[in-house]
């Protein structure tokens, strides 16, 4: 049972225009979600992160939207950047057991 | 930041294994997930101030140790060919996991 969806396992998008990562959920009981940005052979490093009380939160180039009606997120990054391309990993807090649960990854490529 | 020891490790099908990981000073949670090729980060357990504080999906075999010195360690018994994975460690202040760091990982193959 996937409770954290990324359906798109791969996104490619030309340098200097804006990259939409999404991401689905089902539990009610998160409140808290998070973006990750892996790059191979490293750890994820967190990058943005919004409370289930707010439905948007900006940080410079990246701009996370929540939809708790849709059970909807998406990272917005304007403008991407080659050094944007790694693996995005949405995740999502249990407000229960405060376990993370992941999804399973969105490959960004951005290309010049 | 987190660091984890080693990088890279091949056992043999029943063996034990133990992974280190070094947490970011003052950080005083630990968890552990695994991450299977093509998947995201599975929860495996959390330790806070040096006691287990929620535990995912895992069978008993996988156990692990926070000590008070912002180091931890994940141990696997009766290794099987499915335990081959990337197995990650991130430290947060407190429980809330809100903004956890996470060390490289280790890369465990099962043969």
């Known amino acids: 049972d996937q409770q954290v969806k990324q359906n798109s396992p791969s996104l490619s998008v030309q340098e200097g225009r804006i990259s939409i990562l999404n991401c689905d959920y089902t539990?009610?009981?998160?409140?808290?979600f998070l973006w990750y940005k892996k790059y191979p052979a490293e750890g994820p490093t967190f990058l943005i992160s919004?409370?289930?009380?707010?439905d948007k939160n900006e940080d410079g180039r990246f701009t996370v939207f929540l939809n708790k009606s849709a059970k909807h997120l998406s990272l917005h990054i304007v403008p991407s950047q080659p050094g944007d391309s790694a693996v995005y990993f949405c995740?999502?807090?249990?407000?229960?057991?405060?376990?993370?649960?992941f999804g399973t990854g969105t490959r960004l490529q951005v290309f010049p | 930041g987190v660091t984890q020891s080693p990088t890279h490790l091949i056992k043999t099908r029943g063996q034990q294994v133990t992974l280190r990981c070094s947490s970011q000073?003052?950080?005083?949670?630990v968890s552990w997930y695994q991450q299977a090729l093509g998947q995201g980060p599975q929860f495996i357990f959390q330790?806070?101030?040096?006691?287990?504080?929620g535990r995912g999906n895992f069978p008993p075999r996988f156990s692990g140790l926070q000590f008070p010195n912002d180091s931890s360690e994940l141990n696997v018994n009766a290794l099987e060919l499915d335990d081959s994975a990337l197995y990650l460690c991130?430290?947060?202040?407190?429980?809330?996991?809100?903004?956890?760091?996470f060390g490289q990982g280790t890369r465990l193959t099962v043969v």
């Open positions: 330790y806070y101030r040096e006691e287990e504080n």
């Open positions: 539990n009610s009981m998160f409140d808290y």
């Open positions: 995740a999502a807090r249990d407000y229960n057991t405060d376990k993370l649960i």
């Open positions: 000073s003052g950080h005083n949670t």
């Open positions: 919004i409370s289930s009380i707010k």
């Open positions: 991130a430290s947060s202040l407190g429980t809330g996991n809100t903004e956890a760091f």
